[in-house]
């Protein structure tokens, strides 16, 4: 029994997209309902990608299809947008082919196929500048756990060392704590005055800091806190790249 699909589109291209090649394939329908393919193989440099635009334009084909394969779609898709080509993504699970002799281009066909007949259901992909924002968003959010993590591995190496900064200040990684936390990583072992390095400000009697800081910090917790508090300093110079995110995106601080 021999199915027939309506066609809905008349004049498509199904991408197979991969790490270095991509494959194409138009499928042109004409009045009679009868699909004439036209197949190539194109780098996925940019040079190679701005062949396949001008392929594409050729044929007069400015419809395409292609499947949301890990990041290499989206400098495909990047392109293809500035070109003013309609790129419709769609998820592998959409476009899966049948079982049998498998080959780049029969994919690449398959997907025409079911792109023409309105089997491709699209993934939606923000406008460009949407898409900037959220992956400056993203990284902010990633930044920002990671941040959270190594002050939890700092904290964590101040309480195997039985030293109770945490108890005597409010932020551990505050300019007292953190000049007595340098003193100690500088001179481990030795005892010292802590009044030098307390903030005038600072609410919590002397003698009960120095009661804090009556620990002993081991080599191997002293290398992983100095470590932490390194990547801690590291991540906190990016607020002057934030500054100047504020004023491109200025909807930042909504996020």
Known sequence: MLLSFKILKYNCCGLDVHKTWIYACIGITDSHSRTEYKQARFSSFTKGLQELCNWLAKYNCNDVCMESTGKYWIPVFNILEKNN???TLSHPKYTK???GNKTDRKDARWICDLYMCGMVKPSFIPPAD?????????????LTC????????AHNCLTVSNLKLDDVFSDIFGKSSRSITEQILQHPGETFDVAPFVDSRCKTPIEEIQAAVDGAISTEQAVKLRQCLNH?????CTKQSKNQIHQDFP????F
């Open 251 to 254: 909807f930042w601080f909504l």
């Open 85 to 87: 080509i309609w790129a």
């Open 146 to 153: 990671m941040i959270t993590s190594e002050k939890n591995r």
């Open 232 to 236: 801690i300093d590291e991540w906190k």
């Open 130 to 142: 949407i898409r900037e924002l959220r992956d400056l968003v993203r990284y902010r959010f990633k």
């Open 97 to 99: 082919p049948q079982k």
